[in-house]
RNA sequence: UCCUGAAUAGCUCAGCCGGUUAGAGCAUCUGACUGUUAAUCAGAGGGUCGCUGGUUCGAGUCCAGCUUCAGGAGCCA
């Protein structure tokens, strides 16, 4: 018996007259004749011939929609239109049946993708969903590369902290209490000191303050790992559990902060755009069909591909905040009184609407915007020097993509122990708690800048998919926790 | 969490001003055909109209509450 051999290999390949053995999913059976088989190693099906007069009929009954099977046959030039090589099937054997009344994915059914949420754990199986989860890969193992190649230590940071000090949102509390009866104090509170960690405990939100930790020794850090946010967010951009790319740098500035996103951001989309090319036309014709339900005005101007290629011809476009209010004043928008938020002062954050104005219509293209009002940014951003007017503003980075918004936030941090101390108590951060952070300041500090990448929100402007929910395989989000 | 909209067959949807037995396409099943590739042709089966209550002689249709979903907003990555 041959050795298996994958659709991907097989196709590419094109070695005819030998015989192979091939496993997947049938895809379709077509005049009891033809069977489209995939199995995942890319979305292009492989035809199988079967000589249906001289098959048993009770084994033509079990290839059905879905099942999983095993052919070994020869690979010939294909006798029709439409593929350039098929297998003519000598042996077929039925690994697993599918039962066509009960499966829900016949071939052309067209489901809507929030059907095909609904059964997760299927949606594999349907092109759209194939090459986004092998778009999603190499988005992934590009980052490793990126990374590795640039020398950085991947770093885990725990899943399970103590700390909910940054800010950055409601935790999932981690205990083991039985939770109709957790042992009290005196004062009535529930008493964390009997608790597994001897203290209440919480699943992540980030694994920055811990990167930086190592980035003071081992220079250049990442993470890569998953984040938990509690945040009853319902939108399209925010998922309760997401994994996020954290890189942390010593002796970096903030320029070089928006280097190395910039770099990475163009170095991962590049990987994908030459390893999945297939996969990426797959995805671009389905936005195109997408978009002809669209009135003419809402449709983007480029194609996915057109966007993918134009984010890594292009320089991203770095400004101030403050530029950025100057420009969101004089916009045509504002001044009409089209914002839903009119732009007037400096100090407040910036809308949706006009991050979305910045990015897609005046820019039309990646925009990094730096220098943040102190006020509405993290304890541990870099503060500046406030400028001509007092204006106090901080050493953040935020890059805003099209139709995704933030994608990126960082800055470079701030390493003076006094000013960083004196932040943490405006602000009421429990500078006890963070010991171990501002040790970093006391030991040797540097200068350091990091950010965080929110892989999702990369994977859904790879895929030019509209919902996050459908670029991670179970996605996890309010009253929803299914497979 | 807020705003707006939606929920009808396995899927995608139609169902008008409240009126007999709720429709279509696809899928499924049966048969025909056999170089198809969203195969084609003929026939058949398939429904607690999201849930609860209300208005009415009569509710898929109107009203209220709930649940879930979608889009937008906030929070953010």
Known sequence: MSQRIKIKALLESEQTGIDIKINGWVRAFRQNRFIALNDGSTNNNIQIVVDF?????????????????????????????????????????????????????????????????????????TNTFGAIFRVRNSLAFAVHQFFQERGFIYLHTPIITASDAEGAGETFHVTNFDLANPPKTES?????????????????????????????ALSDIYTFGPTFRAENSN???????????????AFNDLNDN????????????????DKNAEDIEFLTQRLAEEEKQKPQNERSEMSLLEKLQFCLDNDFERLTYTEAIDILKESTPNKKKKFQYPVEGWGTDLQSEHERYLVEKHFKKPVILTDYPKEIKA?????????????????????????????????????????????????????????????????????????????????????????????????????????
């Open 235 to 249: 939108t399209t951009r925010h998922l309760a559990e997401f994994w996020m790319i954290e890189p942390e740098v």
């Open 53 to 125: 007069e001289n098959t048993d009929p009770n084994l033509l009954k079990r290839i059905t929609v879905g099942a999983a099977i095993s052919v070994t046959g020869e690979l010939i030039a294909s006798l029709g239109k439409g593929q350039k090589v098929e297998i003519v099937a000598k042996d077929i054997e039925i690994l697993g049946d599918c039962d066509p009344e009960k499966y829900p994915l016949q071939l052309k059914n067209r489901p809507s993708l929030e059907f095909l949420r609904e059964i997760a754990h299927l949606r594999f199986r």
């Open 379 to 483: 304890f541990y951003m870099r503060q500046n020097e406030p400028d001509a007017n007092g204006r106090e503003t901080v050493r953040a980075m935020d890059i805003l993509f099209p139709g995704i918004g933030e994608i990126v936030g960082g800055s470079q941090r701030e390493e003076r122990l006094e000013k960083l101390e004196q932040r943490m108590d405006e602000m009421g951060i429990p500078k006890d708690e963070l010991w171990w952070y501002l040790d970093t300041r006391r030991f040797g500090a540097c200068p350091h800048a990091g950010f965080g990448l929110g892989f999702e929100r990369l994977v859904l402007f790879v895929t030019g998919m509209g919902n996050i929910r459908d670029v991670i395989p179970f996605p996890r989000y309010p009253k929803n926790a299914e497979f």
């Open 188 to 216: 009535g509170e529930v008493d964390f000191s009997q608790d597994f960690f001897a203290k209440a405990t919480n699943l992540t939100v980030s694994g920055q303050l811990e990167g930086e930790l190592g980035a003071m």
């Open 258 to 273: 928006m280097d190395l996103a910039e770099d990475m951001l163009k170095y991962v989309i590049k990987y994908a755009l």
